[in-house]
């Protein structure tokens, strides 16, 4: 089966082809930062106006690259929440059409669902079951996947996502949008432990983890009367190591409490370099795996919402031919069911 999927919750426009037999076989992104930079964030109007004009030709672009016609699609994914609801809906709008003018099916699919399967695109695919360390600008959760549509949530942040934290952060230290990357290339400019900051809820006893706090001791330090501003890089370093302590600490407890022995790290976050030194050094020593998806995987894409969309079409989930659709800006991966139940 070969399926199309289609991104457009936030701030990248991502269309991807996957085949159920051969695996990905092309994909585009077109990312916003250039239209939001100005703004300092992103404004969802204009990120909605965006995929409006993007969508049609990464399509065109993705299917070429694939030298694959339209009649040769057996399916349509697309990403139904959570996210920005103009966005989600330009990108429902669009597949849902034209799933429906091929007349094959369209499948909603939940964005989190794509990127805790993302690993899976890679050459080295991990098995079920394992624990997924989720981390994007909207969300920090551990998971135990078993299968497809099989999560169960381990734990997750109370306040601000890790994503968020790099980003909040970012921009306190006067970094321009999009910051986690921002912040991260410079703490490697710094070092780690001059300054000391909290490592929060790191002996909870739990799976939860909270980050806002870090961002105010951020804050703190850079109002201290000896703060001088080229200490940033140093800061930044200190900051980058008390999230990596913490996800990295957490992430395996939950490998100790669910006696599994595979980790796999998506969401933006896991782009970052010091998480993955941090786990990589970890597991070494504990014999365990841990997976990332590619780094053209690991932020907003098609590929994986193809994916998923694929995966659940094999399971035997039938997708909609209606051509009507609903968005869900806020969706909780908890309420998503496996693809028998929803079939
Ligand atoms: O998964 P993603 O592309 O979008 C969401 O679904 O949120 O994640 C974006 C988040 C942003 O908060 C961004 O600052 C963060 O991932 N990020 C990073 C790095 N690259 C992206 N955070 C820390 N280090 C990085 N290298
Ligand atoms: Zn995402």
């Given at each position: 089966?070969?399926?199309?999927?289609i991104?457009s919750?936030?701030?990248e426009?991502g269309?991807?082809?996957?085949?159920?037999?051969?695996?990905?076989?092309?994909?585009?992104?077109?990312?916003?930062i250039?239209?939001h930079?100005e703004?300092?964030?992103v404004?969802?109007?204009?990120?909605?106006?965006d995929?409006?004009?993007r969508?049609?030709p990464?399509v065109?672009?993705?299917?070429a690259?694939?030298?694959?016609a339209?009649?040769?699609?057996d399916?349509?994914?697309?990403?139904?929440?959570?996210?920005?609801a103009?966005?989600l809906?330009?990108?429902?709008?669009?597949?849902?059409?034209?799933a429906?003018g091929?007349?094959?099916?369209a499948?909603?699919?939940?964005?989190?669902?794509?990127h805790l399967l993302?690993?899976l695109?890679?050459?080295?695919p991990?098995?079920?079951?394992?624990?997924?360390l989720?981390?994007?600008?909207?969300?920090?959760?551990l998971m135990?996947v078993?299968?497809v549509g099989a999560?169960?949530?381990l734990?997750?942040?109370?306040?601000?996502?890790?994503?968020e934290?790099f980003?909040?952060?970012?921009?306190l230290?006067?970094l321009?949008y999009?910051g986690?990357?921002?912040?991260?290339?410079?703490?490697?400019?710094?070092?780690a432990?001059?300054?000391?900051?909290?490592?929060?809820?790191?002996?909870?006893g739990?799976?939860?983890f909270s980050?806002?706090?870090l961002?105010?001791?951020?804050?703190?330090?850079?109002?201290?009367?000896?703060?001088?501003p080229?200490?940033?890089?140093?800061?930044?370093?200190?900051?980058?190591?008390a999230?990596?302590?913490?996800?990295?600490?957490k992430?395996?407890?939950?490998?100790?409490?669910?006696?599994?022995?595979?980790?796999?790290v998506?969401?933006?976050?896991g782009?970052n370099r010091r998480?993955?030194?941090?786990?990589?050094e970890?597991?070494?020593?504990r014999?365990i795996?841990?997976?990332?998806?590619?780094?053209e995987?690991?932020?907003?894409?098609g590929?994986?919402?193809?994916?998923?969309?694929?995966?659940?079409?094999?399971?035997?989930?039938k997708?909609?031919?209606?051509?009507r659709?609903?968005v869900?800006?806020?969706?909780?991966?908890?309420e998503?069911?496996?693809?028998?139940?929803?079939?």
């Amino acid at each position: 089966m070969r399926i199309l999927g289609i991104e457009s919750s936030c701030d990248e426009t991502g269309v991807g082809l996957y085949d159920t037999e051969r695996g990905l076989l092309a994909h585009r992104v077109h990312s916003q930062i250039a239209l939001h930079a100005e703004y300092g964030g992103v404004v969802p109007e204009l990120a909605s106006r965006d995929h409006v004009r993007r969508v049609v030709p990464l399509v065109r672009e993705t299917l070429a690259a694939a030298d694959c016609a339209p009649s040769e699609l057996d399916g349509v994914g697309y990403t139904a929440g959570p996210g920005l609801a103009g966005a989600l809906l330009v990108g429902a709008a669009f597949a849902e059409a034209y799933a429906f003018g091929l007349g094959i099916p369209a499948l909603a699919v939940h964005h989190l669902e794509g990127h805790l399967l993302s690993p899976l695109l890679s050459a080295d695919p991990p098995q079920f079951p394992f624990v997924a360390l989720l981390v994007s600008g909207g969300h920090t959760q551990l998971m135990r996947v078993s299968g497809v549509g099989a999560y169960e949530l381990l734990g997750e942040t109370v306040d601000d996502a890790a994503g968020e934290a790099f980003d909040k952060t970012a921009k306190l230290i006067g970094l321009d949008y999009p910051g986690g990357p921002a912040l991260a290339r410079l703490a490697g400019d710094g070092v780690a432990g001059k300054f000391k900051l909290p490592r929060p809820m790191l002996h909870s006893g739990d799976l939860q983890f909270s980050f806002s706090g870090l961002k105010t001791a951020v804050l703190t330090a850079t109002k201290g009367p000896n703060w001088q501003p080229d200490q940033c890089a140093d800061l930044a370093a200190e900051f980058q190591e008390a999230v990596t302590d913490v996800l990295a600490a957490k992430a395996f407890a939950a490998l100790k409490q669910t006696g599994l022995r595979t980790l796999v790290v998506a969401g933006g976050v896991g782009a970052n370099r010091r998480l993955r030194e941090r786990l990589n050094e970890m597991a070494g020593r504990r014999r365990i795996r841990v997976h990332y998806p590619e780094l053209e995987f690991c932020s907003d894409n098609g590929a994986m919402i193809a994916l998923a969309a694929g995966l659940r079409f094999a399971l035997g989930e039938k997708g909609s031919r209606e051509g009507r659709f609903a968005v869900r800006p806020r969706w909780p991966l908890s309420e998503l069911l496996p693809p028998n139940a929803a079939a």
